[in-house]
């Protein structure tokens, strides 16, 4: 079946350790996101990247890296410059061409908790 | 510059009622817009989209939204709630459609009670 795994579900570390979640997808999809979600925040977008070897920052990409070095993965380093890393990340990725806005499509989430 | 409010964060209804969530936006560009639904820690899913086709458009579940232009409005509806309606629901729309960057509301939280 096609569709987006994060892994792991939940994550837990301690204060000033960097962190990688996992981001796969067999969509074969070029654009991928990271999103994080606080209650009552809405999702906010970390960075994304529409092709291979490119990615952009989004509305709050300070203490977070990414990489792109295959279309299928893009995973997301919580850093200790992040101030309060604590929140459900999502995943997502959409089929977009450059000449048309899609859908995107969502992972499960991983629930990272940092104390 | 594009935005999306949703307005009510927490709906009520009870079982068989009518569904009404409520999606307003701005944007300075033809519209692409997108309701999604979210399960207690799971990842969103997409219920319906309108991309400047048919204004009234069908979603998965039994949903449906239409775009009303004069309104800013694409609200979300269903004619009949079952229990597991019961979830978050998010409102989005296109930021840039040369990016397919999307802008997301707070969400709605549908209660259905028995």
């Known amino acids: 079946d096609g569709g987006i795994t994060q892994s792991p579900k939940y994550l837990f570390r301690k204060e000033g350790q960097n962190v990688t979640l996992s981001c796969e997808q067999n969509l074969n999809h070029d654009a991928m996101y990271w999103y994080r979600q606080d209650p009552g925040q809405g999702l906010r977008l970390i960075y994304y990247?529409?092709?291979?070897?490119?990615?952009q920052k989004g509305d709050i990409a300070e203490g977070y890296s990414v990489s792109r070095e295959k279309k299928e993965s893009f995973p997301l380093t919580v850093t200790s410059a992040q101030k309060n890393p604590t929140a459900f990340y999502l995943c997502a990725s959409s089929p977009w061409t450059g000449a048309h806005s899609y859908e995107q499509y969502f992972g499960p989430g991983t629930r990272l908790t940092v104390t | 510059a594009q935005s999306v409010t949703q307005l009510g964060s927490h709906v009520s209804v009870s079982e068989g009622a009518l569904v009404l969530l409520r999606c307003n936006y701005s944007?300075?560009?033809?519209?692409?817009l997108f309701w999604y639904v979210q399960y207690p820690n799971q990842g969103l899913q997409l219920l319906l989209k309108y991309t400047s086709a048919a204004t009234l458009v069908k979603g998965i579940n039994g949903f449906e939204a239409e775009f009303k232009k004069s309104e800013t409005s694409f609200h979300l509806t269903k004619p009949s709630a079952h229990m597991s309606d019961a979830a978050e629901y998010f409102c989005a729309v296109t930021l840039d459609p040369n990016t397919g960057k999307l802008i997301f509301g707070q969400g709605t939280t549908l209660q259905v009670k028995p």
């Open positions: 944007s300075s560009v033809p519209p692409y």
């Open positions: 990247s529409q092709i291979v070897n490119d990615f």
